[in-house]
Each structure stands twice: as C-alpha cells, then as structure tokens.
C-alpha cells in the first residue's frame, strides 16, 4: 500500500482519542476554558454519565464574534501566539485543541456572549462541520457548550466507553480537582438533571472541607511552606485520618489538577512513621512555582508537568509537610494525656519531660539516658497488676468469684486511670470512652525515634581502626562520595578510583556495609530526592530506635508504665512506631457493645 495524506476530518478524528478519551476529558477540557476566561459560577450537567449529553455553562468573558470563525478549527487560541510563550504559560488551556476535537467527534452546539454585546450567537457544529449560526437571546455573558452522542461516528472508540455511573464517578472527581485548585469558584454538578453537588466559593480551608466532607478542623493539618523556588499549600489529613486507598490525594501545580506520583511519594515521606501499613492520608496542595520552572506539554491531556527542579521540588514538599505534622498539635484521644500527667507520681515524667530517677529507665522521648541498656530478665513487675498466670482467667473467676470482682473505674479526670498488664507485653489502659491498648515495644521504640531526630548528639559513630575500602566506579562514586561527606554519622576519605570510610554510626557495626552503601547508591539514583543522607541517616536512627527500646516480655515497673503512658499519649506524631504498626489501638464503648452483641 502506498504512502499518502490523511484527509484532516479523519486526522481530528484520531487526534480526538489523544485529548478526548471519555466524557470526563470533555468536561475537563471546557470548565478549563471557563476558568480561563475568567468565570466565577461554572455549572456541569450530564445525561447517562455524559455519553448521551453533557453541559458546562459559564459565567466568564465569553467569545467575540469575530472569533467565532476560528473556535472550532484545530490549533486555534487566544492564550499563545509564539513558542517561547510555552515558557510562561499561566492559562489551563493553550493548544487550541479542545472544541476542535470534541467538535469532530459529537454534535455540539455553543452558545456564547460577551459583556460588549447586545446579544448572544448560537454555532451547532456536527462531526468536524458547522451546521448553523443564528443570533441567539442570552442575558448573561459568559458560554455554554452542550455535547451530544460523543464519539456517535467513531464507534471503535464509542465502544470502549464505561457503564454510566462509572463514567459519572470520572466526572465527579474531575470536579473536586478542579474545585480544590480553585476555590475562588462556585461549581455544581448535575446528572439526570438533578443536582448532585455544589461547591460555593471559599477559601482554601473552606473548600477542603466542602470536598472532602470534613467538618471537623482537628483532622486538617494546614500546610504553608516557602522555598527559595516555590510555595507549597493546603491541608493534609490527621495521621489518624485515613484511607485504605489513594483516593484521597489531591495535587495542583498553578492551579492546575495533575496526577503526580513524585509529589505524592514525598508526601508520604513527610509522614513517615505516623501511618500504619497500608494506610494512606487524605491531601489537597497547591505547589507554586515560576512557570518558566515546570513544563505543561508533556502530555495529550494536560494531566502532568515536568519540574526543571525535580529534586527541591521533592524536598520542599516532604519539608512542608513534616514540618506542618510536627507543628500541629495532635488530638489527644479523650483526655487520656490530662489525666496521665495528673496522676504521674513526682519525680516521673510529665508534659513529656524527662524527670527519671536514678535506676529507672526513661520512657519521656526528650532524654534518653540508659536508654541502650538491656532491662534486667528478672525484674518484676513492681505493683502493676499483671494478668499472666498460670491459671486461666475463667479458671480463677470460678474458683474465687468474689475474689476477682472488677471495681468500677474511675472516670474522673481528676483520678489516676487505671491499667494493667498482659504478658508483658501490652498495657491495658481504661479511658472515658472505652480502652486503650498499647504495645509497650512499638510505643517505646516511637518515643526513642522522636528523641534521636530532636536530639542528632545521641547518634553514637564508631571509630573503625582498619577503614572500610567501597570500591565504586564512575557516577556512583562521585554521587556516594559527596553525599556521605555531607553526613553527619559517615567520616570518608577520598582517594582515586576508591572511598575509605573511617566513622560509621555504631549500629551498623555488625551490618553488611557493601548492602547499607549499594542501598544508598540506588537511592541517590533512582529517587528525586535531594537529601538522601538525611533520609538514610532516618533509617538508621529507626533502627537504633527499635534495637534500644524495651521488648515484649520485659516486666516493667508502675513507674515505668504510667511514664511512658503520659509520653505516648503527649506525642505530637502520631501513634504507629518506626515501622509503620499501631502503637495505640483504642476500643470504643460501641465497639465493646458490638463485641458483646449488645444492639
């Protein structure tokens, strides 16, 4: 078959399947066009999930009439004239593909009017050709586009199209994209003509609310960060808020919605250890930046950049919100840290403080002395009643009913709350709305990794006598050789063709450093992260932090447990240790009910 020119109706038909790939990329391609001209009300309504019909009506500028003759012709717009404009853009939309391709592949009528003129002018437009062009009564300026039967004369493309609710929940969240980037605008969305949601124009907190149904400000943790380049803002969630999916990440770039995983792996990084597995937090950030920095026309339909910075931009944003997640004062669940350190006996830890007496071990998070040390096997449990016996609980309720009658428990604020033991191994707390159990390693072991991050002097380096000789060639050397010169716990010596390390932190001692290295090496590589020390150095201070901590089995004193009680609960981070497990899991009056079948 021999070479020749596509007619152009059967190119925008092609060209169509890059920019138009289902009914929510029509709606996104015209509410950009709305916001672009300015519109402060822009309404969606759609019929069968927008396969049959679909409808964005604005308030905006509107389009003359004498660029009426333009609108629907391919690569026609008002907001570049020359390729170094790419480099500045500030506008949604800048291809002028958008009505061309929707225009080639539906039925489309647009209705349109500006503030200069007397009325408005209706186009109808089918398969790529303008059918009509009349004057039409409108009283408002601004533009609505009405879209039916898409892909009605492409049916290999028409054919791939969802079930209705499905294309409907595309659209949906489109609109919560949009209207998180923008909260300046009022946006409702309607189907089957009914109104579904209508987000009035608010603020940014506002806004998150009205999106994410979250009334509740304890559970938005408001985020404001200011780098040499950029801004980042907006609000991510509680750690205690969140979802088993990733349905709840929202990102913006100059208040453009895209779907950016490298910013939403450093968010997730600014967590840290305040997730549990498989959790993930709900957020909505706007970064912003030169548009000189980042480029828009990478992809058919606008739904990623590429940042110049890739590296600061990781950074900033893990900056931005760990620092937001370290300011915010965490919820403390039902008064329990009040209570704690009220009832902490003098001379023990209160308000998180370190006050330990001689001969027993510190659980405040802030001073750690002793903290290396192996508790003693035989200690006892000095006081805290400690359920493991050799008989069974039934067992000893049988035999001596009245011996093991439960005292009502306080709930007085004003009263020391009561615990106990399991095993040695959880801490079993009552609370004013139920119980507290608590893991007495993962609670330990988070309070140490608070202690070592707030305090780098308690990261122990060991001096090796025979240095350790990395044999690492090109880049990788270079890469490995200045990062480990700006770590705080590596000493290196440079020398040609190899890396002598002297000073490595103690509790790599017995690791296999070729493995540490490569790890470090790879992560330099293949992570935009501009400060991969700083995340290795975390990863070790978590293992100190789980190496130092108390384990399961050791018996610790009342003292011990009221202490490291108060500081858990005081914590601002969070309540999962280093590894991402529960610390604290807590069981409601309702959940206690549900256990017992009591309805």
């Not at 879209?147 to 493309?157: D, E, G, I």
């Not at 290795?536 to 190496?547: F, H, I, Q, S």
Request: proline share 4%; with cysteine.
């Amino acid at each position: 078959m021999s070479i020749h020119q596509l007619p152009q109706h059967v190119v925008n038909k092609i060209a169509a399947g890059e920019v138009v790939e289902r009914p929510a990329s029509a709606v996104k391609e015209l509410v950009e066009n709305a916001l672009d001209a300015d519109a402060t009300n822009v309404s969606v309504s759609v019929i069968d999930g927008g396969k049959t019909r679909l409808k964005v009506t604005d308030n905006g500028s509107g389009i003359a009439t004498e660029d009426l003759d333009r609108v629907f012709e391919q690569h026609a717009t008002s907001k570049v004239q020359a390729v170094e404009d790419l480099e500045s853009l500030t506008s949604l939309g800048f291809r002028g593909e958008a009505l061309a391709t929707i225009g080639s592949v539906a039925e489309v009528s647009l209705a349109t009017r500006t503030a200069e003129a007397a009325h408005g002018t209706l186009m109808e437009v089918s398969g790529g050709e303008e059918q009509s062009r009349r004057s039409h009564p409108m009283a408002r300026a601004g533009t609505d586009v009405e879209v039916k039967h898409l892909f009605y004369n492409t049916p290999a493309r028409r054919k791939f199209l969802k079930k209705a609710h499905t294309e409907l929940k595309h659209i949906t969240r489109l609109m919560e994209e949009l209207a998180l980037a923008h909260p300046e605008v009022t946006f409702e969305v309607f189907s089957q003509d009914r109104r579904l949601v209508r987000y009035e124009a608010a603020d940014r907190e506002q806004r998150v609310a009205q999106v994410l149904e979250q009334t509740d400000k304890e559970w938005l943790v408001p985020v404001e960060y200011y780098g040499k380049d950029m801004t980042v803002s907006g609000f991510v969630s509680h750690p205690h808020w969140t979802r088993a999916n990733r349905q709840g990440f929202f990102v913006s770039v100059n208040g453009r919605p895209v779907g950016q995983q490298m910013v939403a792996q450093a968010v997730l990084k600014g967590y840290d250890t305040m997730l549990e597995k498989g959790q993930y937090p709900v957020f909505a950030l706007d970064i912003t930046l030169d548009p000189s920095l980042i480029d828009v026309n990478i992809h058919p339909r606008k739904a990623e950049v590429r940042f110049s910075n890739e590296r600061e931009v990781f950074s900033g944003v893990l900056k931005a919100v760990r620092s937001a997640l370290e300011r915010h004062a965490f919820h403390n669940l039902s008064g329990v840290t009040e209570r704690m350190t009220r009832s902490t006996p003098e001379g023990s830890s209160t308000g998180g403080k370190n006050v330990s007496s001689a001969g027993q071990r510190s659980f405040s998070g802030q001073g750690i002395p002793g903290m290396g040390q192996a508790p003693p096997a035989s200690r006892a449990s000095g006081g805290v009643k400690d359920a493991k016996r050799s008989e069974t609980l039934i067992d000893r309720v049988r035999e001596a009913p009245t011996r093991y009658q439960v005292e009502p428990v306080a709930t007085s604020q004003s009263e020391q709350p009561q615990f106990f033991t399991l095993w040695n191994r959880y801490l079993v707390l009552t609370g004013e709305d139920g119980l507290y159990l608590i893991d007495q390693h993962a609670a330990h072991e988070k309070l140490l990794l608070e202690a070592f991050t707030q305090h780098p002097s308690h990261t122990s380096v060991q001096s090796l006598i025979t240095p350790i000789t990395l044999s690492v060639a090109g880049s990788q050397a270079q890469i490995l050789a200045s990062f480990l010169e700006e770590s705080s716990v590596f000493e290196v010596q440079k020398e040609e063709g190899m890396i002598r390390v002297t000073h490595i932190p103690r509790v790599l001692v017995d690791r296999d450093l070729d493995a540490v290295f490569s790890w470090l090496v790879e992560r330099v590589e293949t992570e935009p992260d501009s400060e991969p020390v700083a995340q290795m150095e975390r990863e070790v201070l978590k293992e100190m932090a789980c190496k130092a901590a108390v384990k399961a089995g050791d018996a610790l004193k009342e003292r011990e447990v009221t202490e490291l009680v108060a500081n858990v609960f005081a914590s601002r981070t969070g309540f999962t240790c280093c590894h991402g497990r529960p610390a604290v899991v807590q069981l409601t009056e309702k959940e206690l009910d549900t256990l017992f079948s009591r309805t």
